[in-house]
């Protein structure tokens, strides 16, 4: 089973100065990771939504055309 929070990978080399200290912290690299698949589900989720405000435009459209018609329309 996977743990639910992620392990926190971190070292620090003690003895070198701060300027250049070995780092490795894996956390910047999941927030990154983590923010850019967010991205990319947020574009998607965009592109989906534009195309069903197309369809709908499309709908409403084509609705109007159908009333306004000689006729109009007849209930089933």
Known sequence: ????????????????PKANAEVYDFRIRQTENR??????????????????????????ARLRKLLTAPGGLRPI
């Open 1 to 16: 089973m996977r743990p639910i929070q992620s392990i926190d990978l971190t070292y620090y080399d003690v003895k070198a």
């Open 35 to 60: 923010r850019q698949r967010r991205i990319r589900d947020l574009e998607h989720e965009n592109a989906l939504l534009t195309a069903v405000l197309s369809e709908t435009s499309d709908e409403i």
